[in-house]
């Protein structure tokens, strides 16, 4: 498969595109242990300057090709679960250069933090605090790279279950003494110094089972990726401004909005003033220059400000539960409508004036989780505990809600297309529903897998409807006309893309979270 560089007629418009001198290229050939081709293997070259790291996929021959590299320095690793190999680094290119590069992979083991939250709940062993576990331990990542990737014993478990307990108290403050005690015993038998775990999941009977295979349609997918510019920053997405430069969230504690130079990989940080945990859920700039922010954990929101480079704070009504903790309240998704009046999701819907600096409030709308505002003023949005969708007349201020046709599907994340039909992710249902809002009818579409989670979502410019899978750690396709999905690999375990956006380009943008990078991935035209 040959990865040539037309993207939606935008040639050589990525990240590591240099105008002034000729870009160069790696390519060459993926084999594995018995020195045969290997398909799927994913291929990543990191620029020693920049840290910005492209990824790609060898094909059914084996084949791999990175393209618009500019000049300079850089690492390169191929990946795939189950194999090791090692990186070589020092790799040297010059303008222009076609360089030759064969890569091998040996035999290696399958580690617990290789594998998906849905293979993850098939190999666990079962008892009631396993369920506990998923349902607790996936607000802000999963058991991945901050749990599986570590060793603990049951008081180093509990420090870290006391810390969670404390920092996301505006989720957690309902876990008891008790309950986080026998969480910790139960993380110290699967991750402490006598885990029950066999070494591997690989080990276990039942683990080639929940192994998903990929198509050949799915190697065409390249990602470009930036590290965020500390540890822990829990980058939640990366919205476009006017300017070309993207604008990351950082949830938990590090109470920060990072800009992004895409082309540079240079990130700058703007710090929030809220002293202890602000959990900044969303950042979407807005026409006039600013960025809008929801600070979960308080129930702010926020406009960082083009002139003065400040974020200033405006506080809704909060309500103090248990010691002090938020109880009620929680802003989560922000957007701007046409007229300027920034909305939040959350417990509940608000719309605020930023001339008046009031608050407007939806109670009746619910828990919300998603927001959009449509071209014509009005807004939907999803009201998962509810379990229906719903819109305000941007004109009347008027409400209306529809209850989503199956039950407990927990609709999540909605879109708006191009002719006005309006797509909403069932989460527990695993399906991706469309209403019409003239005839104001459902239609629901099952998406493929044993687990399908859809979590992000957005429209390509060829208006394909993209989506994470959250729970088994791949991204999917879906058309809107048939119903048809192509799932693609993501480069990392524990995918938990929030929210996708898409810039002027035609890039997809998303974060990794727990990964703790943000980037964007696109399909090569062409093989």
């Not at 065409?220 to 500390?230: F, G, K, R, T």
Request: overall charge neutral.
């Amino acid at each position: 498969m040959r990865l040539v560089t037309r993207f939606l007629g935008l040639l050589g418009l990525i990240a590591f595109c240099c105008f002034a001198t000729p870009a160069s290229t790696i390519n060459g050939t993926v084999k594995g242990p018995d020195n045969a081709t290997f398909q799927g293997a994913f291929v990543e070259v990191q620029n020693a300057k920049s840290k910005i790291t492209v990824s790609v996929l060898s094909d059914k021959q084996g084949h791999y090709r990175i393209e618009n590299l500019p000049a300079g320095q850089y690492r390169l690793q191929v990946r795939a679960v189950g194999y090791r190999s090692d990186p070589l680094t020092g790799v040297n290119l010059a303008e222009g250069q076609n360089a030759s590069l064969d890569l091998s992979l040996q035999t290696g083991s399958v580690r617990w933090n290789d594998i998906s939250i849905y293979q993850a709940k098939q190999l666990f062993p079962a008892g009631k605090q396993k369920d506990y576990f998923f349902q607790n331990c996936e607000v802000c990542h999963g058991f991945q790279t901050r749990i599986a990737s570590v060793r603990r014993d049951v008081d180093g478990w509990r420090d870290r279950v006391d810390y969670m307990r404390t920092a996301m108290h505006f989720v957690l403050a309902h876990v008891t003494d008790q309950e986080a005690a026998d969480l910790s015993a139960y993380l110290a038998s699967l991750f402490g110094p006598d885990s029950i775990l066999s070494k591997s999941p690989a080990d276990l009977p039942g683990y080639k089972a929940t192994v998903r295979p990929f198509s050949n349609d799915s190697l065409n997918i390249i990602y470009v990726e930036y590290d965020m510019p500390a540890p822990n920053r829990m980058p939640f997405s990366a919205a476009p401004d006017k300017n070309g430069n993207f604008w990351i969230p950082n949830f938990g504690t590090a109470n920060k909005i990072t800009r992004l130079n895409p082309t540079t990989g240079e990130m700058q940080d703007f710090t929030v003033p809220t002293v202890g945990t602000a959990a900044v859920h969303s950042a979407v700039p807005a026409a006039d220059g600013s960025v809008w922010i929801t600070e979960q954990a308080v129930n702010k929101i926020g406009r960082w400000d083009p002139k003065t480079q400040q974020i200033t704070e405006y506080q809704d009504q909060y309500y103090p539960g248990k010691e002090g903790l938020v109880n009620g309240g929680s802003k989560h998704t922000i957007r701007i409508d046409p007229s300027g009046n920034v909305w939040a999701s959350g417990d509940p819907l608000t719309k605020f004036d930023p001339e008046t600096r009031k608050f407007t409030r939806f109670e009746e709308a619910g828990s919300t989780y998603d927001v959009k505002p449509s071209k014509n003023g009005d807004v939907w949005f999803t009201s998962y505990r509810l379990n229906k969708i719903g819109k305000i007349d941007g004109k009347t201020m008027k409400m209306s809600m529809w209850t989503m046709p199956t039950a407990d599907s927990f609709p999540r994340r909605l879109e708006i297309a191009s002719d006005g039909m309006i797509w909403i992710g069932e989460f527990n249902a695993g399906q991706m529903a469309r209403f019409d809002p003239n005839t104001q009818t459902f239609k629901e579409f099952p998406l493929p897998g044993p687990d399908p989670t859809p979590y992000g979502m957005g429209f390509d410019a060829d208006g394909y409807l993209w989506y994470d899978s959250h729970e088994m750690d791949v991204l999917g396709r879906f058309d809107t006309k048939t119903g048809k999905v192509i799932e693609y690999p993501f480069p990392h375990s524990e995918i938990a893309m929030r929210e996708l956006f898409r810039d002027d380009q035609g890039r997809m943008w998303f974060g990794t979270n727990p990964n703790n990078k943000v980037g964007y991935f696109y399909l090569a035209k062409g093989k």
